[in-house]
């Protein structure tokens, strides 16, 4: 059982950073997909950001990429998502997200989730 803790949300004017964190409580391994995904009030959660093969590859949704960044630190057991450029349009929940295997683009493919976090952009 993994679980997942998500920090670094906040409100931030459009243009700035954000830093999300996702505290893993064990090491997943190499063979783990770790993603974030996002949800506005009234849409679908969607993919954001995956990260795979201990790092070796990463796929962004095309609205964030150049701006957002997935990485981990696996000595920590945490994953990261630099948020930059930041505009309205991002502002949702955030979630950590992880499944073992292949990372698949449908949020109900993924197995550990954690409770979210805020994240607020105005304009």
């Known amino acids: 059982q993994v679980q997942l803790v998500e920090s670094g949300g906040g409100s931030v004017q459009a243009g700035g950073s954000l830093r999300l964190s996702c505290a893993a409580s064990?090491?997943?391994?190499?063979?783990?997909?770790m993603g974030w995904f996002r949800q506005a009030p009234g849409k679908e959660r969607e993919r954001v950001a995956v990260i795979y093969f201990a790092g070796k590859n990463t796929f962004y949704a095309d609205s964030v990429k150049g701006r957002f960044t997935i990485s981990q630190d696996n000595a920590k057991n945490t994953l990261y998502l630099e948020m930059n450029s930041l505009k309205p349009e991002d502002s949702a929940m955030y979630y950590c997200a992880a499944r073992g295997g292949s990372c698949y683009l449908s949020a109900s493919r993924y197995n550990y989730w954690g409770q979210g976090t805020q994240v607020t952009v105005s304009s």
């Open positions: 064990v090491y997943t391994g190499d063979n783990f997909c």
